[in-house]
């Protein structure tokens, strides 16, 4: 059983900042591409940022330059780190991580239960 755990979010001004933390847990998976998405209110969730190594990201055009997402590993857990937070950035945002078993090449994705940033003065 895999679950993953988001953390960080919450209300912040404009220009602020926030760091998101989402720790993935399942005895016996290995944790490969992760990343955050958003989900604003009667919208479709967006890719926000993925990550497979440090020297493997992807980023939304509207958040380069301003959010910088990274992973350790041993922890099996993600961050996002958002600088120069602006309105338009309020959502939930939910973690996702894809999973293999040892051996096999099949990847299970998972979601997290979501958290709320809310950017406003």
């Known amino acids: 059983q895999v679950q993953l755990v988001e953390s960080g979010g919450g209300l912040v001004q404009p220009g602020g900042s926030l760091r998101l933390s989402c720790a993935a847990s399942?005895?016996?998976?290995?944790?490969?591409?992760m990343g955050w998405f958003q989900q604003a209110p009667g919208k479709q969730r967006l890719l926000v940022a993925t990550i497979i190594s440090t020297n493997n990201t992807n980023y939304a055009d509207s958040v380069k330059g301003r959010f910088t997402i990274s992973r350790d590993n041993a922890e099996n857990t993600v961050y996002l780190q958002m600088n120069s937070l602006k309105p338009e950035d309020t959502a939930v945002y939910y973690c996702?991580?894809?999973?293999?078993?040892?051996?096999?090449?099949?990847?299970?994705?998972?979601w997290g239960p979501g958290t709320q940033v809310t950017v406003s003065s």
């Open positions: 399942g005895s016996g998976f290995t944790f490969n591409d």
């Open positions: 996702r991580a894809y999973s293999t078993r040892p051996g096999t090449t099949y990847a299970y994705v998972h």
